[in-house]
């Protein structure tokens, strides 16, 4: 799904981006993926100063990755990319969805989520474990403008975490479009190819040329 808002006066290829994320994992996948796409972006870290943190009060992944973007811009007057993203599995309702990172209580502990995750899908069958990674990019630039865009990536939940790459519930999400390994197990030239984050930037990518044309 693709979910875009044009603005039509800025040149944005010719700018540089802030990431608003301060997860490391996460922004170097997201520095990794941009680069070859021609999009120049800096991370947090290499701010003079630190950006405020942002409550996720958000009922959805782009609610979420539409504050993150705003608050950063804000406090940076860069134009600034949000990302939230999230596993939802299908035999939980969709859950953890937004609450993935904070899944099993604390902020960001991925062995905790992962063990509540296996232990609520005990005696789920495999034909009833499908899931998605869902990421939800939001671009937000200083005069207001801003343009959103999200990507699935479909698999379903394994009996046990496998593999040391990655992050998040890598170590247990098995992708249909590699189907005997999890995320973690593939390589970051292999994940990169199908990720969900992937797709929401490549079509990031395509509205900012097509705007620039």
């Given at each position: 799904?693709?979910?875009?808002?044009?603005?039509?006066?800025?040149?944005?290829?010719?700018?540089?981006?802030?990431l608003?994320?301060?997860?490391?994992?996460?922004?170097?996948?997201?520095?990794?993926?941009?680069?070859?796409?021609?999009?120049?972006?800096?991370?947090?870290?290499?701010?003079?100063?630190?950006?405020?943190?942002?409550?996720?009060?958000?009922?959805?992944?782009a609610?979420?990755?539409?504050?993150?973007?705003?608050?950063?811009?804000?406090?940076?007057?860069?134009?600034?990319?949000?990302?939230?993203?999230?596993?939802?599995?299908?035999?939980?309702n969709?859950?953890?969805?937004?609450?993935?990172?904070?899944?099993?209580?604390?902020?960001?502990?991925?062995?905790?989520?992962?063990?509540?995750?296996?232990?609520?899908?005990?005696?789920?069958?495999?034909?009833?474990?499908?899931?998605?990674?869902?990421?939800?990019?939001?671009?937000?630039?200083?005069?207001?403008?801003?343009?959103?865009?999200?990507?699935?990536?479909?698999?379903?939940?394994?009996?046990?975490?496998?593999?040391?790459?990655?992050?998040?519930?890598?170590?247990?999400?098995?992708?249909?479009?590699?189907p005997?390994?999890?995320?973690?197990?593939?390589?970051?030239?292999?994940?990169?190819?199908?990720?969900?984050?992937?797709?929401?930037?490549?079509?990031?990518?395509?509205?900012?040329?097509?705007?620039?044309?």
């Amino acid at each position: 799904m693709v979910l875009l808002t044009r603005f039509l006066d800025w040149t944005a290829i010719d700018l540089t981006f802030l990431l608003a994320t301060k997860n490391q994992d996460k922004c170097a996948e997201l520095q990794r993926l941009l680069a070859p796409l021609g999009i120049k972006v800096i991370a947090p870290m290499d701010l003079p100063f630190d950006l405020p943190d942002v409550e996720e009060t958000g009922q959805t992944f782009a609610e979420n990755a539409r504050l993150k973007a705003a608050s950063g811009c804000a406090a940076s007057r860069m134009p600034c990319i949000g990302d939230d993203s999230g596993l939802c599995v299908d035999a939980l309702n969709g859950a953890p969805g937004v609450c993935s990172a904070r899944f099993a209580g604390g902020h960001g502990d991925d062995n905790a989520n992962i063990a509540k995750l296996l232990r609520m899908m005990e005696g789920i069958p495999e034909k009833d474990r499908t899931a998605r990674f869902v990421c939800s990019i939001c671009c937000v630039f200083p005069r207001g403008k801003a343009c959103a865009t999200e990507g699935c990536c479909e698999g379903r939940i394994g009996f046990a975490p496998k593999g040391e790459n990655g992050f998040g519930y890598d170590p247990v999400f098995i992708p249909y479009a590699s189907p005997l390994k999890t995320m973690a197990e593939l390589s970051d030239a292999q994940k990169d190819t199908i990720s969900h984050r992937q797709m929401a930037l490549k079509q990031f990518a395509a509205l900012l040329m097509d705007i620039q044309s």
